[in-house]
């Protein structure tokens, strides 16, 4: 019986997957991707993150009285990593108000959803492994972050992609990194990532119902040293994994998005994005 559903299962986990390399041009084709807008605000990361959630039907349910932090300045989102499902779904929990920590090797996987991402400075690509020069790597985030009109940074601080119960320690890497640049960071946990489509188990689910949880905002000025920053953000952490997989979503409200951020994208990153889709679409 397992083996026959997974093979029952498998068609709709491949379309998924096809959908999702494609979905760039694919909602630019509906024009909800407004590459032809040359002038005004817009919000192309949200868009194409609420239209995959559409697709795959997903519910999302809201933990506890937090709301996703909106500062005028840069911040930083940390992130539990569950499966590929996790790109869409965290940019769309995070309104587009954020660009993804990504390894260089996810390009090699989705080129053509990369190249439009890119573009947009909704991704900030690195290459995995030990950095030998921190200052250096800190002062190329810091220029990534100066010339995106995107000012979250989406960071999975778990550093690897797991389906289990509990979470993986924390890496703190980019803590010291927010810590450096005083950044205030927020934890948003969602449970159920992994049934919307997971990799591991070439399973996709339409309809699926997420429960989301956002913390208080863990200011890193407000800490002198680095290890007790890092030590209130793991007990934050460790929380809100604990509120939100432990949940009863019967009694949760559905999650609403109020005043979804706009950005004013320079001109020539408009002039590559309606370049590049029609390539794109061809």
Same mark, same amino acid.
């Given at each position: 019986?397992?083996?026959?559903?997974?093979?029952?299962?498998?068609?709709?986990?491949?379309?998924?997957?096809?959908?999702?390399?494609?979905?760039?041009?694919?909602?630019?084709?509906?024009?909800?991707?407004?590459?032809?807008?040359?002038?005004?605000?817009?919000?192309?990361?949200?868009?194409?993150?609420?239209?995959?959630?559409?697709?795959?039907?997903?519910?999302?349910?809201?933990?506890?009285?937090?709301?996703?932090?909106?500062?005028?300045?840069?911040?930083?989102?940390?992130?539990?990593?569950?499966?590929?499902?996790?790109?869409?779904?965290?940019?769309?929990?995070?309104?587009?108000?954020?660009?993804?920590?990504?390894?260089?090797?996810?390009?090699?996987?989705?080129?053509?959803?990369?190249?439009?991402?890119?573009?947009?400075?909704?991704?900030?690509?690195?290459?995995?492994?030990?950095?030998?020069?921190?200052?250096?790597?800190?002062?190329?985030?810091?220029?990534?972050? #100066? +010339?995106?009109?995107?000012?979250?940074?989406?960071?999975?601080?778990?550093?690897?992609? @797991?389906?289990? =119960?509990?979470? !993986? /320690?924390?890496?703190?890497?980019?803590?010291?990194?927010?810590?450096?640049?005083?950044?205030?960071?927020?934890?948003?946990?969602?449970?159920?990532?992994?049934?919307?489509?997971?990799?591991?188990?070439?399973?996709?689910?339409?309809?699926?119902?997420?429960?989301?949880?956002?913390?208080?905002?863990?200011?890193?000025?407000?800490?002198?040293?680095?290890?007790?920053? #890092? +030590?209130?953000?793991?007990?934050?952490?460790?929380?809100?994994?604990?509120?939100?997989? @432990?949940?009863? =979503?019967?009694? !949760? /409200?559905?999650?609403?998005?109020?005043?979804?951020?706009?950005?004013?994208?320079?001109?020539?990153?408009?002039?590559?994005?309606?370049?590049?889709?029609?390539?794109?679409?061809?």
């Amino acid at each position: 019986m397992g083996l026959l559903r997974q093979t029952l299962a498998a068609p709709y986990f491949f379309f998924s997957i096809f959908v999702f390399y494609w979905s760039l041009p694919l909602f630019a084709i509906v024009y909800r991707i407004r590459f032809l807008q040359m002038s005004g605000k817009r919000r192309d990361m949200y868009e194409w993150s609420s239209c995959m959630r559409k697709f795959f039907g997903v519910t999302v349910l809201k933990y506890g009285q937090q709301s996703l932090f909106k500062g005028s300045g840069n911040c930083m989102y940390l992130c539990n990593h569950r499966s590929w499902a996790d790109f869409f779904l965290d940019v769309y929990l995070t309104e587009g108000n954020s660009a993804l920590m990504s390894r260089m090797m996810v390009a090699v996987a989705f080129p053509i959803f990369i190249t439009s991402v890119a573009i947009l400075k909704g991704i900030v690509l690195f290459k995995r492994g030990t950095i030998a020069d921190k200052e250096k790597f800190n002062a190329w985030l810091d220029d990534k972050l #100066a +010339t995106s009109p995107i000012p979250g940074l989406l960071v999975y601080p778990e550093g690897h992609r @797991s389906t289990r =119960p509990t979470s !993986l /320690p924390l890496k703190r890497g980019m803590l010291h990194y927010a810590y450096s640049r005083k950044l205030p960071v927020q934890v948003i946990i969602s449970s159920g990532k992994e049934v919307v489509m997971s990799e591991k188990t070439r399973r996709a689910a339409h309809g699926a119902t997420l429960v989301v949880g956002y913390s208080p905002v863990v200011n890193a000025s407000a800490f002198s040293d680095f290890n007790a920053f #890092a +030590t209130e953000v793991q007990r934050v952490w460790d929380a809100m994994w604990g509120d939100v997989y @432990s949940a009863d =979503p019967a009694g !949760l /409200p559905p999650l609403t998005l109020d005043n979804v951020p706009e950005f004013d994208y320079p001109p020539d990153m408009r002039h590559k994005q309606a370049a590049i889709t029609p390539f794109s679409i061809g």
